[in-house]
Each structure stands twice: as C-alpha cells, then as structure tokens.
C-alpha cells in the first residue's frame, strides 16, 4: 500500500514541461537570418550595382553583354543600347538588360 502511494507521487513530479514556442522557433530564425546575410543580401547588391553601371552608361563605354558579344556603346535610347561591333563598324542594338558588364 505505502508502495503504491510512493509510485503516485513519484508520477506527478515527473509530469512533461510545457516547451515555450518561441524556443521551437529559434532555429528556423536562426537558418534564415544566415540565408538571408550569406546568400540574398549579397545578391541584391550585387544586382543593384549592375543597374546603376547600366544607368551610368554613355557614349564610348565599352561592354559585354549577356550574349558574350563585346562592343562599343554608339548611342544609348530609353530601353536599348546601340553598339559598335568589330572592326568593320557594325551595330547592334540591345535591351540595356542585356549588357553584362563593362569591359576594361
């Protein structure tokens, strides 16, 4: 009897905790704040540098774009770029989204 009574007191003290939420949740904020610094911000400023080489070009830069094709920016319009091509003078016109790089 006393036995018995030992066993029940023994089972009320050990009752699980309650595990706070926010505790269950750290490791997903922790993963994506590491996401977030390793691999998106350095993407977004590496995008926003190439919009502004694009908004900076002008006349008598030399690009590459996406295509691999390497030129002389001739005239830049709105939503294009005109390009001097090769030694013969050709010109190609390409969306400014195109335009890769500049070329040293």
């Known amino acids: ?22 505790v269950q949740f750290f490791p997903l ?7 977030y610094f ?13 919009r502004e080489m694009v908004a900076g070009l002008k006349k008598g830069d030399k690009v ?3 295509g691999g094709i390497l030129g002389e920016v001739s005239s830049i ?4 770029v005109v390009l001097n091509v090769g030694d013969s003078g050709a010109k190609l016109e ?5 335009i890769s790089g500049l070329r040293q």
Do not use: G
Not at 77 to 80: E, F, K, R
């Open 64 to 66: 590459v774009t996406s």
């Open 29 to 35: 904020i922790a993963i994506f704040i590491v996401f």
């Open 1 to 22: 009897m006393f036995e018995s009574i030992a066993y029940a007191a023994d089972a009320v003290q050990t009752a699980p905790q309650q595990v706070n939420p926010l």
């Open 77 to 80: 319009q709105q939503d294009y």
């Open 94 to 98: 390409v969306l400014k989204s195109a």
């Open 38 to 50: 390793f691999l998106i911000r350095p993407q977004q400023k590496a995008q926003q540098k190439l």
